[in-house]
């Protein structure tokens, strides 16, 4: 008995076509409603920038007249404790020289008339005359 092989067909008619192509759904913004969302804050943080360096200036124009303001209070207060401590050092130059003949206390070393403020150096060690290492 000899039977017939059967061999594996096709359909009639065909196999269905197989998608091959890559069909990816859209997801996200197009790259141009990307670029306006970012131009966008950029913006935004321009503005605020922007109204930052406004009050910036606003507080740096108050500090300045405050201090012009406030520039003859503290000159006055200066020249009340020169003056304090001027009176404060006459009166211990008195109390040391007093039995030294013919002082004057308070006279100054120079001979004008001019009046020159006593000034105070803070000098570093290092910078003083004679400063050994």
């Not at 970012?38 to 500090?63: F, H, I, P, S, T």
């Not at 020249?79 to 002082?103: F, L, S, T």
């Not at 009046?115 to 570093?124: D, G, K, L, Q, T």
């Amino acid at each position: 008995m000899s039977a017939v092989p059967s061999q594996d067909m096709p359909p009639t008619g065909g196999f269905s076509s197989i998608r091959y192509e890559r069909r990816l759904p859209k997801r996200g913004p197009s790259g141009v409603a990307m670029f306006a969302i970012c131009g966008a804050v950029m913006g935004y943080g321009w503005y605020r920038l922007y109204l930052g360096l406004d009050e910036r200036r606003e507080l740096e124009r108050e500090k300045i007249w405050s201090r012009i303001h406030l520039t003859p209070l503290l000159l006055a207060e200066t020249d009340r404790d020169e003056y304090r401590r001027n009176h404060a050092a006459v009166e211990r130059e008195r109390a040391i020289m007093k039995d030294v003949p013919g002082w004057e206390a308070g006279k100054g070393v120079y001979n004008g008339t001019r009046y020159m403020p006593m000034v105070i150096a803070n000098v570093p060690l290092s910078q003083r005359p004679g400063f050994k290492d």
